[in-house]
T-cell receptor
């Protein structure tokens, strides 16, 4: 158990819908990262927050957004969902803003029908 | 273009043998590298990291070697055990330049008893 929690574990929805994925980092960690893992694209970094502020941006689509709240939990919002958005979404946390070990959550499996 | 890739998609070794998993990167500006292990149905798990000012780092049964001249990274696992069977990813990042983390496609390690 990494100490990072993600909800829900599974999510099934339809194209065009909007969903919110939730992540609670390890106690004391200030950084939260979001990743997408699909069969054809592998593991892709989406976005990082550090202590409530956006720190780095990767391959995140404009239809996707995220935020980190004062209690340091984070949410990833996916809108106008497409079939290709079906993937595993992982959240990870670390204690610093850069260059340190990241601890991954168990992931949320999103299926868009 | 920039890329992080793995030389072999699969690796099969006998229990007790040493395993070597390779990774190539193309961006000489990358300065922090991480190896992750991902077991089926779980999130990636940090194994070991190395910064660009080092060429070798050892952990428990694992060693990471970094050759900046040829932009090559390897993970050596000593006395491979069945529990080591998983997919291994290398990742590169530039913590002080957007902190964008890029992952290789992954190598599936299978340990035969």
């Amino acid at each position: 158990d990494s100490g990072v929690t993600q909800t829900p574990k599974h999510l099934i929805t339809a194209t065009g819908q909007r969903v919110t994925l939730r992540c609670s980092p390890r106690s004391g960690d200030l950084s939260v990262y979001w990743y997408q893992q699909s069969l054809d694209q592998g593991l892709q970094f989406l976005i990082q927050y550090y202590n409530g502020e956006e720190r780095a941006k990767g391959n995140i689509l404009e239809r996707f957004s995220a935020q980190q709240f004062p209690d340091l939990h984070s949410e990833l919002n996916l809108s106008s969902l497409e079939l290709g958005d079906s993937a595993l979404y992982f959240c990870a946390s670390s204690s610093t803003s850069e260059g340190s070990e990241q601890f991954f959550g168990p992931g949320t499996r999103l299926t868009v029908l | 273009g920039e890329s992080v890739g793995l030389h072999l998609p699969t690796l099969s070794v006998q229990e007790g043998d040493n395993s070597i998993i390779n990774c190539a990167y193309s961006n000489s500006a990358s300065d922090y590298f991480i190896w992750y292990k991902q077991e089926s149905g779980k999130g990636p798990q940090f194994i070991i990291d190395i910064r660009s000012n080092m060429d070798k780092r050892q952990g428990q049964r694992v060693t990471v070697l970094l050759n900046k001249t040829v932009k090559h990274l390897s993970l050596q696992i000593a006395a491979t055990q069945p529990g080591d069977s998983a997919v291994y990813f290398c990742a590169e990042t530039r913590p002080y330049n957007n902190n964008d983390m890029r992952f290789g496609a992954g190598t599936r390690l299978t340990v035969k008893p």
